[in-house]
Nanobody, 128 residues
């Protein structure tokens, strides 16, 4: 059972940047596509971005396109989320998750049922 551990959250002013990291315990990390979800208070958990197993294909929610960048380093079993130009509406708990999906499309990636492992979440707070 793979374990995922996020880090890098915190408090930042609007317009600032943060980089989240998610490290997996399993050597099978490179066989999983990875996603970052977020959940704001009182709202559902939504997919923000995802990346293919080889890192060559990425997906982004419209709300973060051009501001967030997902990347991965399979040698370090780590996926990253670089967040720039942060807005107060980006405030949420951010979760990384692993999926065994091979055919990747946004519709499938948004379904939490497709993910077999989740991190504990890291809080990101953006002040105005």
């Amino acid at each position: 059972q793979v374990q995922l551990v996020e880090s890098g959250g915190g408090l930042v002013q609007a317009g600032g940047s943060l980089r989240l990291s998610c490290t997996a315990s399993a050597r099978t990390f490179s066989t999983d596509a990875m996603g970052w979800f977020r959940q704001a208070p009182g709202k559902e958990r939504d997919l923000v971005t995802a990346i293919s197993q080889d890192g060559l294909t990425t997906f982004y929610a419209d709300s973060v396109k051009g501001r967030f960048t997902i990347s991965r380093d399979n040698a370090k079993n780590t996926v990253y989320l670089q967040m720039r130009s942060l807005k107060p509406e980006d405030t949420a708990v951010y979760y990384c998750a692993a999926t065994s999906l091979r055919l990747l499309n946004w519709g499938l990636l948004t379904s939490e049922r497709e993910y077999h492992a989740w991190g504990q979440g890291t809080q990101v707070t953006v002040s105005s």
